[in-house]
């Protein structure tokens, strides 16, 4: 039977205002000694949001970590005390303009389980209507309406190339929730 590594100690390395960095010292079942670098990440929202017309509404931004714009679905962290669906009616006003009335789960994920905690909540969102808040890092976004058929194309080729917009887009096609 498997058994889980023992935390033995934490050292913090680096703390941010997205991110923590810490240290783990850990025991193996097998007794051996070693360390886990992980990234501490609050929980996320990402979330498949769908037009009158039955398209996708995506998202093109700038990424600066590698450098180019991607196109990918809405998403936002998790305010502190905030419960995720009320995360997603804050994002989608915020990253393009909409009030979603009804919210389903897609299911979620965590991102990078090697060295991160981050865990994403993914949610599918309906029965738009235009609402806007205004956010400090949401200029710079453009709105990109797509057909549900075309993101196979989108995915194959490469334009979208983020994890969490993969994922949720095939859980969107393939595991939602069926009427």
Partial sequence: MLKPEKKLSTQQIFHGRAVNIRVDTVEKASGTRTTREVVEHSDCI??????????????????????????????GGIDPGEEPVDSVRRELQEEIGYFPRKIDSLGGFYSTPGYGTEYLHCFL??????????????????????????????????????????????????IRPRK
């Fill in 125 to 174: 969102a309906t029965d738009l209507v235009p609402a806007r808040l205004v956010a400090e890092d949401t200029d710079d976004i453009e709105l990109v309406r797509v057909s549900p058929d075309e993101i196979p194309k989108l995915i194959a080729s490469g334009e979208i190339s983020d994890a969490k917009s993969i994922a949720a887009l095939l859980m969107f096609l393939f």
């Fill in 46 to 75: 990402a979330v498949v949001p769908i037009d009158e017309q039955g398209n996708v509404l995506l998202v093109r931004q700038f990424r600066h970590a590698v450098g180019k714009f991607l196109l990918e679905i809405p998403a």
